[in-house]
Protein backbone atom coordinates (compact mmCIF):
# COMPACT_ATOMS: atom_id res chain seq x y z
CA UNK A 1 0.00 0.00 0.00
CA UNK A 2 1.62 3.12 -1.37
CA UNK A 3 -0.06 5.65 1.57
CA UNK A 4 1.25 8.89 -0.05
CA UNK A 5 -0.22 8.06 -3.13
CA UNK A 6 -3.24 7.49 -1.81
CA UNK A 7 -3.38 10.85 0.31
CA UNK A 8 -2.61 12.33 -2.84
CA UNK A 9 -5.26 10.63 -5.02
CA UNK A 10 -7.66 11.73 -1.84
CA UNK A 11 -6.78 14.96 -1.94
CA UNK A 12 -7.82 14.68 -6.16
CA UNK A 13 -11.13 13.17 -5.04
CA UNK A 14 -12.13 15.84 -2.51
CA UNK A 15 -11.22 18.61 -4.68
CA UNK A 16 -12.79 17.02 -8.03
CA UNK A 17 -16.15 16.40 -5.38
CA UNK A 18 -16.16 19.80 -4.45
CA UNK A 19 -16.16 21.34 -7.83
CA UNK A 20 -19.11 18.71 -9.22
CA UNK A 21 -17.17 16.97 -11.42
CA UNK A 22 -17.90 13.55 -10.02
CA UNK A 23 -21.18 13.42 -11.38
CA UNK A 24 -24.30 13.18 -9.86
CA UNK A 25 -24.86 16.08 -7.67
CA UNK A 26 -27.93 15.29 -6.47
CA UNK A 27 -28.10 12.72 -4.17
CA UNK A 28 -30.61 10.53 -3.22
CA UNK A 29 -31.40 11.83 0.16
CA UNK A 30 -32.17 14.54 -2.06
CA UNK A 31 -35.59 13.84 -2.28
CA UNK A 32 -36.95 15.33 0.43
CA UNK A 33 -39.85 17.76 1.40
CA UNK A 34 -37.65 20.50 3.15
CA UNK A 35 -38.63 20.24 6.43
CA UNK A 36 -37.10 22.45 9.39
CA UNK A 37 -33.50 20.81 9.88
CA UNK A 38 -34.49 20.53 13.80
CA UNK A 39 -37.69 19.09 13.43
CA UNK A 40 -39.04 15.67 14.91
CA UNK A 41 -40.85 15.17 11.23
CA UNK A 42 -37.07 16.11 9.77
CA UNK A 43 -35.41 13.56 12.20
CA UNK A 44 -38.08 11.05 11.03
CA UNK A 45 -38.23 11.23 7.61
CA UNK A 46 -34.29 10.36 7.40
CA UNK A 47 -34.30 7.62 9.65
CA UNK A 48 -37.65 5.34 8.98
CA UNK A 49 -36.63 4.81 5.21
CA UNK A 50 -33.12 4.11 6.04
CA UNK A 51 -33.88 0.61 7.57
CA UNK A 52 -35.07 -0.27 4.01
CA UNK A 53 -32.12 1.01 2.27
CA UNK A 54 -31.17 -2.51 2.00
CA UNK A 55 -29.38 -3.97 -1.14
CA UNK A 56 -31.84 -1.65 -3.45
CA UNK A 57 -31.43 1.64 -5.31
CA UNK A 58 -30.86 4.63 -3.16
CA UNK A 59 -32.54 7.00 -5.59
CA UNK A 60 -35.66 4.83 -6.01
CA UNK A 61 -36.05 4.37 -1.91
CA UNK A 62 -36.13 7.90 -1.25
CA UNK A 63 -37.92 9.41 -4.61
CA UNK A 64 -40.73 6.48 -2.92
CA UNK A 65 -39.96 8.19 0.88
CA UNK A 66 -40.88 11.81 -0.80
CA UNK A 67 -44.27 10.84 -2.72
CA UNK A 68 -45.26 8.82 0.27
CA UNK A 69 -44.87 11.63 2.35
CA UNK A 70 -46.84 14.18 0.17
CA UNK A 71 -49.49 12.17 0.09
CA UNK A 72 -52.11 12.40 2.80
CA UNK A 73 -52.55 9.36 2.75
CA UNK A 74 -49.70 7.56 3.48
CA UNK A 75 -47.94 10.48 5.55
CA UNK A 76 -48.93 8.82 8.64
CA UNK A 77 -46.81 6.32 8.57
CA UNK A 78 -43.48 8.78 9.36
CA UNK A 79 -45.44 9.83 12.54
CA UNK A 80 -44.77 6.72 15.17
CA UNK A 81 -47.84 7.03 17.21
CA UNK A 82 -50.09 7.60 14.46
CA UNK A 83 -48.53 4.48 12.52
CA UNK A 84 -49.40 2.35 15.35
CA UNK A 85 -53.05 3.05 15.83
CA UNK A 86 -53.56 1.84 12.22
CA UNK A 87 -53.86 -1.70 11.52
CA UNK A 88 -50.95 -3.82 9.76
CA UNK A 89 -52.66 -3.89 6.48
CA UNK A 90 -53.02 -0.48 6.72
CA UNK A 91 -49.46 -0.02 7.18
CA UNK A 92 -48.35 -2.42 4.61
CA UNK A 93 -50.99 -0.85 2.13
CA UNK A 94 -49.34 2.88 2.73
CA UNK A 95 -45.86 1.80 2.66
CA UNK A 96 -46.33 -0.36 -0.66
CA UNK A 97 -48.47 2.07 -2.82
CA UNK A 98 -45.07 4.12 -4.48
CA UNK A 99 -42.91 1.17 -3.22
CA UNK A 100 -41.31 2.08 -0.03
CA UNK A 101 -41.21 -1.73 1.28
CA UNK A 102 -40.16 -3.97 -1.40
CA UNK A 103 -41.24 -6.85 0.80
CA UNK A 104 -44.22 -6.17 2.03
CA UNK A 105 -44.71 -8.16 4.53
CA UNK A 106 -40.85 -8.44 6.31
CA UNK A 107 -40.42 -4.59 5.41
CA UNK A 108 -43.82 -3.62 7.39
CA UNK A 109 -43.05 -5.47 10.16
CA UNK A 110 -39.38 -3.91 10.55
CA UNK A 111 -41.07 -0.54 9.91
CA UNK A 112 -43.61 -1.25 12.43
CA UNK A 113 -41.21 -2.35 15.12
CA UNK A 114 -38.74 0.56 15.04
CA UNK A 115 -41.97 3.01 15.41
CA UNK A 116 -42.71 0.71 18.21
CA UNK A 117 -39.24 1.43 19.84
CA UNK A 118 -39.62 5.22 19.27
CA UNK A 119 -42.57 5.33 20.92
CA UNK A 120 -42.04 3.13 23.76
CA UNK A 121 -38.72 4.58 24.54
CA UNK A 122 -38.43 8.20 22.79
CA UNK A 123 -42.01 9.14 23.08
CA UNK A 124 -42.28 9.13 19.53
CA UNK A 125 -39.26 11.55 19.14
CA UNK A 126 -36.13 10.22 17.79
CA UNK A 127 -34.36 13.11 18.69
CA UNK A 128 -34.41 12.53 22.16
CA UNK A 129 -32.35 9.77 21.41
CA UNK A 130 -28.94 11.75 20.39
CA UNK A 131 -30.47 13.68 23.15
CA UNK A 132 -29.57 11.46 25.88
CA UNK A 133 -26.30 9.57 24.69
CA UNK A 134 -25.31 13.21 24.30
CA UNK A 135 -24.56 13.55 20.58
CA UNK A 136 -21.88 10.81 21.03
CA UNK A 137 -21.21 9.09 17.64
CA UNK A 138 -19.51 5.76 19.58
CA UNK A 139 -21.86 6.34 22.39
CA UNK A 140 -24.87 5.88 19.83
CA UNK A 141 -23.46 3.30 17.70
CA UNK A 142 -22.79 1.16 21.08
CA UNK A 143 -26.84 1.69 22.26
CA UNK A 144 -27.74 0.74 18.87
CA UNK A 145 -25.51 -1.81 17.67
CA UNK A 146 -24.26 -3.61 20.85
CA UNK A 147 -27.18 -2.93 23.68
CA UNK A 148 -30.47 -2.49 21.65
CA UNK A 149 -29.83 -4.31 18.50
CA UNK A 150 -33.41 -6.36 18.50
CA UNK A 151 -35.02 -2.65 18.83
CA UNK A 152 -33.67 -0.81 15.91
CA UNK A 153 -33.66 -3.84 13.04
CA UNK A 154 -31.65 -3.17 10.32
CA UNK A 155 -30.96 0.39 11.38
CA UNK A 156 -28.45 -1.35 13.33
CA UNK A 157 -26.31 -2.80 11.04
CA UNK A 158 -22.94 -2.09 9.99
CA UNK A 159 -23.61 -0.43 7.05
CA UNK A 160 -26.73 0.83 7.59
CA UNK A 161 -26.51 2.49 10.96
CA UNK A 162 -23.10 4.35 10.05
CA UNK A 163 -24.96 5.82 6.87
CA UNK A 164 -27.73 6.67 8.93
CA UNK A 165 -25.49 8.73 11.25
CA UNK A 166 -23.97 10.54 8.09
CA UNK A 167 -27.49 11.19 6.71
CA UNK A 168 -28.68 12.70 10.34
CA UNK A 169 -25.32 14.78 10.17
CA UNK A 170 -25.90 15.90 6.35
CA UNK A 171 -29.40 17.05 6.22
CA UNK A 172 -30.90 18.06 9.92
CA UNK A 173 -28.97 20.34 12.51
CA UNK A 174 -27.32 17.39 14.52
CA UNK A 175 -23.43 17.62 15.58
CA UNK A 176 -22.10 14.83 16.63
CA UNK A 177 -19.30 14.45 19.49
CA UNK A 178 -16.58 12.36 18.70
CA UNK A 179 -17.34 13.23 14.84
CA UNK A 180 -14.11 11.84 14.02
CA UNK A 181 -15.27 8.15 15.04
CA UNK A 182 -17.80 8.58 12.57
CA UNK A 183 -16.96 5.93 9.51
CA UNK A 184 -17.47 5.59 5.88
CA UNK A 185 -20.52 3.40 5.35
CA UNK A 186 -19.12 0.68 3.66
CA UNK A 187 -21.85 0.06 1.12
CA UNK A 188 -20.64 -1.81 -2.30
CA UNK A 189 -19.39 1.67 -4.23
CA UNK A 190 -17.72 2.77 -0.98
CA UNK A 191 -15.69 -0.92 -1.10
CA UNK A 192 -15.45 -0.40 -4.79
CA UNK A 193 -13.75 2.73 -4.35
CA UNK A 194 -11.34 1.82 -1.07
CA UNK A 195 -10.22 -1.18 -3.45
CA UNK A 196 -9.82 1.12 -6.28
CA UNK A 197 -7.62 3.64 -4.50
CA UNK A 198 -5.72 0.69 -3.59
CA UNK A 199 -6.83 0.85 0.53
CA UNK A 200 -7.34 -2.45 0.47
CA UNK A 201 -6.77 -5.98 -1.74
CA UNK A 202 -8.13 -7.87 -4.21
CA UNK A 203 -8.40 -10.38 -1.87
CA UNK A 204 -10.05 -8.29 0.91
CA UNK A 205 -12.10 -6.98 -1.29
CA UNK A 206 -13.28 -10.17 -2.25
CA UNK A 207 -13.59 -11.64 1.72
CA UNK A 208 -16.82 -11.51 3.80
CA UNK A 209 -15.53 -9.07 6.45
CA UNK A 210 -15.11 -6.52 3.62
CA UNK A 211 -17.24 -4.08 5.03
CA UNK A 212 -15.25 -4.10 8.77
CA UNK A 213 -11.70 -3.88 6.62
CA UNK A 214 -12.65 -0.96 4.79
CA UNK A 215 -14.12 0.74 7.51
CA UNK A 216 -11.06 0.00 9.50
CA UNK A 217 -8.14 1.29 7.11
CA UNK A 218 -10.15 4.81 6.56
CA UNK A 219 -9.56 5.00 10.45
CA UNK A 220 -6.28 4.01 10.20
CA UNK A 221 -5.22 6.01 7.50
CA UNK A 222 -6.78 9.33 8.38
CA UNK A 223 -5.65 9.34 12.03
CA UNK A 224 -3.55 12.24 12.83
CA UNK A 225 -4.98 13.93 9.77
CA UNK A 226 -6.97 17.17 8.93
CA UNK A 227 -9.54 14.40 7.99
CA UNK A 228 -12.29 12.47 8.94
CA UNK A 229 -13.87 9.57 7.36
CA UNK A 230 -17.33 11.40 6.86
CA UNK A 231 -15.35 13.59 4.32
CA UNK A 232 -14.52 10.91 2.04
CA UNK A 233 -17.76 9.28 1.65
CA UNK A 234 -19.61 11.04 -0.80
CA UNK A 235 -16.90 11.31 -3.07
CA UNK A 236 -16.30 7.73 -2.63
CA UNK A 237 -19.98 6.98 -3.52
CA UNK A 238 -20.26 9.15 -6.72
CA UNK A 239 -16.32 8.22 -7.94
CA UNK A 240 -17.35 4.70 -8.19
CA UNK A 241 -21.64 5.36 -9.25
CA UNK A 242 -20.29 7.40 -12.05
CA UNK A 243 -17.79 4.81 -13.48
CA UNK A 244 -14.54 5.86 -11.64
CA UNK A 245 -13.81 9.14 -14.06
CA UNK A 246 -10.07 9.60 -14.27
CA UNK A 247 -8.86 11.87 -11.66
CA UNK A 248 -7.45 14.82 -12.82
CA UNK A 249 -3.48 15.05 -12.03
Known amino acids: MNKKKIMTDIETLIT???????????????????????SKENYLYYTLPMALN???NSYTLWEA???????????????????????????????????????????????LNLCQTFVDFYDGDIRKLFINL?????????FIQKENRKKFPYLAGTKICNYWLYVIYQYTDKRYKNIEDLTVAPDTHVCKATYKLGL?????????????????????LFKGT????????????????????????
Open 200 to 220: ITEEEFNSSNVQLITIERWQE
Open 226 to 249: KYCPIDIHTPLWLWSRNGFKELER
Open 65 to 111: ALKTYNDPETKFVFNPKECLEHEFIEVQRALTKYKVALQKDKQTQIW
Open 54 to 56: YQR
Open 16 to 38: MYNANKLGGEIMPEDANPHLELS
Open 134 to 142: DDDVNKIRD
